[in-house]
Every structure is written in C-alpha cells, then in structure tokens.
C-alpha cells in the first residue's frame, strides 16, 4: 500500500486574459491565445479603484465584542436538550440528531424551543417542521 506523504508542494498561479477560439483548426481542436494580466503594484501612476479599509478602532472592536458576547446569551444547547428528553427520541433516530442540528443554528432558535410547552407531541412537531424549512428533512 502506498503511504500519501504530508508534503505538498504549492504551485504558483499565473493568471491571464485568455480568449477562447471556437474555430477548429486542421486537426480538429480549439485553442486559446493568452495575454498575461498586468502587474500594477509595480507601477508608481497606478491608483487602486478603491480606498482601502480603515483601521479598526478600539470603539469598533468593543462593539462586536459586545455582539460576539450577546449572540452567546439565551438557552444552550444542554438545555435545549434537558428539554429534548421529554419528547423520548432514541438518540440515533434522525429527528433527534436534526434536533441537535436546529439548537445550533441561533439563539433564537432555541429561545423558541424553550417557549414551547413541556408537551411531546408539540414538541415533536416543532422539530419536524423546523427541520423541514431548514431542508434537514422531507
């Protein structure tokens, strides 16, 4: 059995304006003509099209900080799945790994599964039909 080596080597990409002929010459095949892209980063005249960014200030990091941290508020996964118990699925049927699937998505998602009531048969049908708009089942 042949041993794959973890060493890959990187080849460099040349990019080019290329024309596709779909005449066919003598032969039977089509061919191409290629023009390399121009490097502007060597030129002194040349601008780019746009300004670049603008270092991001301490305000600014702060506040996706303050975004990172409240996307985390809510229910957790554990929790929703304390919850998911009462519904009595084997933990390898699909419907209750889908149900592991949909906490994931936001915490929305599982404020609204923790607002349904204690009640099997509700539950169930929640994650049936939220697993079907997510396209997790048909």
């Known amino acids: 059995m042949a041993r ?12 080019t304006n290329s024309v596709f ?4 010459d003598d032969a039977g095949t089509s061919h191409q003509t290629s023009k390399p892209i121009p ?7 040349f601008e ?13 990091m702060r506040q996706a900080l303050q975004y990172l941290i409240k996307g985390k ?24 790994l889908a149900a592991f699937h949909i906490f994931g998505v936001s915490t ?5 599964w923790m607002a349904l009531p204690d009640i099997p048969d509700v539950l169930r ?3 049936v039909m939220t697993a079907t708009s997510l396209g997790l089942i048909k």
């Open 4 to 15: 794959s080596s973890s060493c890959h080597r990187v080849q460099q990409l040349l990019l």
């Open 21 to 24: 002929h779909h005449n066919k």
């Open 39 to 45: 490097d502007h980063t060597s030129d002194p005249t």
């Open 48 to 60: 780019p099209a746009s300004e670049p960014m603008p270092e991001p200030t301490p305000h600014d």
């Open 73 to 96: 508020e809510g229910p957790t996964v554990a929790l929703c799945s304390e919850k998911l118990k009462l519904v009595g699925l084997d933990p390898v049927y699909p419907l209750f």
């Open 108 to 112: 929305g998602v599982r404020e609204a």
């Open 125 to 127: 049908g929640w994650i």
